[in-house]
């Protein structure tokens, strides 16, 4: 009779470990799914180009000193030429996803940093300074135009003045150092949302690994 009791008793201890370690794991999936919802909200100091209504927004993870994120974005004319020695129709996605979804109101896109090559921190900084004057993305496409010079601080800057950058407003903004924490958190976002290399895109939180054809996102947009 005691044997029994102290069966049924262990049974019933079981069935509450194992109620409370399902539990458990369910709430750690809310919790993880909560964060990874919380990553893709988008914050107003972010660079943000196109429609803040759009349906479907697409998360650039980038880096200013990454050739591929270069070619990626309509540059560096010797990585696209390699890409196109390797897929003949290649096309850059980000100037034809810009001019055939973002300008037509239908995406939006946001840009944020994650270590592809390790050179780019400072002149990410930079880009965040321009933003603050609405010259993020001519200063994007000026800074992947020319990086080889992308590690030269100097250089970088000569490239905002070039592009009429209120170089007083950069240059205090820039040695404040006050984006610091905003590399960080875009680092730590990539790495919740699996993000493993540059460039990466997420269309409405869908993955895209690497300097992909335009055709790719063409499709998944169209859809």
């Not at 990553?39 to 972010?46: A, G, K, M, V």
């Not at 321009?130 to 010079?149: C, M, P, R, S, T």
Request: hydrophobic letters at 40%; glycine letters at 4%; one cysteine or more.
């Amino acid at each position: 009779m005691q044997k029994k009791i102290y069966w049924t008793i262990l049974s019933i201890l079981a069935i509450i470990l194992l109620f409370f370690a399902v539990k458990y794991s369910l709430d750690s999936q809310k919790s993880n799914a909560r964060s990874n919802q919380d990553y893709l909200q988008i914050s107003p100091d972010e660079p943000v180009k196109g429609d803040s209504n759009a349906s479907t927004t697409i998360i650039i993870y980038s880096d200013p000193s990454c050739p591929f994120c270069a070619a990626a974005a309509g540059q560096n004319q010797q990585v696209i030429s390699y890409l196109k020695s390797k897929m003949p129709d290649w096309e850059a996605p980000v100037p034809n996803i810009i001019k055939n979804y973002v300008d037509t109101g239908k995406v939006r896109l946001v840009f944020r940093y994650s270590p592809g090559h390790g050179t780019g921190e400072e002149a990410m900084k930079i880009l965040f300074c321009a933003n603050e004057q609405g010259k993020f993305w001519e200063l994007h496409d000026v800074i992947f135009a020319h990086q080889e010079i992308v590690a030269d601080i100097v250089q970088v800057k000569l490239l905002a003045q070039n592009i009429n950058v209120d170089m007083t407003k950069l240059n205090i903004c820039h040695s404040s150092n006050k984006y610091a924490a905003k590399l960080k958190q875009d680092t730590a976002s990539a790495q919740a949302l699996d993000v493993k290399g540059t460039p990466s895109f997420l269309i409405n939180g869908q993955l895209i690994s690497g300097a992909q054809p335009y055709q790719v996102f063409e499709k998944i947009l169209n859809q």
